[in-house]
Structure formats: structure tokens, C-alpha cells
């Protein structure tokens, strides 16, 4: 049975980076064909999809936020990172990280991390 960990700072500066880390057991990220993603929920507010990176390491990304979301993969640690630059008030969320198969919705989520934007 696959779980998935967010951790990473709860409070981070305005015009910083915001950096989080999943951490993955009971499967292996590099296993076909699974795709390992960055979900945000804001407080009052829906589910937004950030970005995936697949088993084969190519990366996707939401179009509103590619121009500072990176996502990247550490395979010996089984751990997949999320950076956000230039973050404002407005990416106060609860970030989730998710396993999902291919393009069906079937996701495997984490607890979630709270992250707040504050100065």
C-alpha cells in the first residue's frame, strides 16, 4: 500500500521560494506508468492542480503557474520536490501531493501540509 508525505516549511516570506518535499513508501516513483503530483487548496476555495512529474521524469505544468513552478525527483531517496518562486499572500494553501495512473482520476493523496504567506 503506497503513502505519501508532504514536509516543508509551514510559513515562508513573500518574494521567497516556497520548497516542498513528498516523500513516497510502499511503491516506487519510477514505476510504470504513475504520475506524482502537486495539488493546492486555498483556504475557501477549490482544488488546484500545479504539476506532475511521471515515472519517466518529464514534467507538466498547470499554464498559470509554469512560469515559477519547478518539480523535480531524487529516485534514491523516492521523494519528489515541489518548488514555488515568487510566492505572494495568494499561495497560502494546503498542498497535497498525489499518485494518480496515467490520465485516469484515481489519486492516492498525502495528508496535506499547510503553508502560509506572511511577512
Known amino acids: 500500500q503506497v503513502q505519501l508525505q508532504e514536509s516543508g516549511p509551514g510559513l515562508v516570506k513573500p518574494s521567497q521560494t516556497l520548497s516542498l518535499t513528498c516523500t513516497v513508501s510502499g511503491g516506487s516513483i519510477t514505476t510504470n506508468y504513475y504520475y506524482w503530483n502537486w495539488i493546492r487548496q486555498p483556504p475557501g476555495k477549490g482544488l488546484e492542480w500545479m504539476g506532475a512529474i511521471a515515472y519517466s521524469g518529464s514534467t507538466y505544468y498547470s499554464p498559470s503557474l509554469k512560469s515559477r513552478t519547478s518539480i523535480s525527483r531524487d529516485t534514491s531517496k523516492n521523494q519528489f520536490t515541489l518548488q514555488l518562486s515568487s510566492v505572494t499572500p495568494e499561495d497560502t494553501a494546503v498542498y497535497y501531493c498525489?499518485?494518480?495512473?496515467?490520465?485516469?482520476?484515481?489519486?492516492?493523496w498525502g495528508q496535506g501540509t499547510q503553508v502560509t504567506v506572511s511577512s
Open positions: 498525489a499518485r494518480v495512473p496515467g490520465p485516469v482520476p484515481s489519486f492516492s
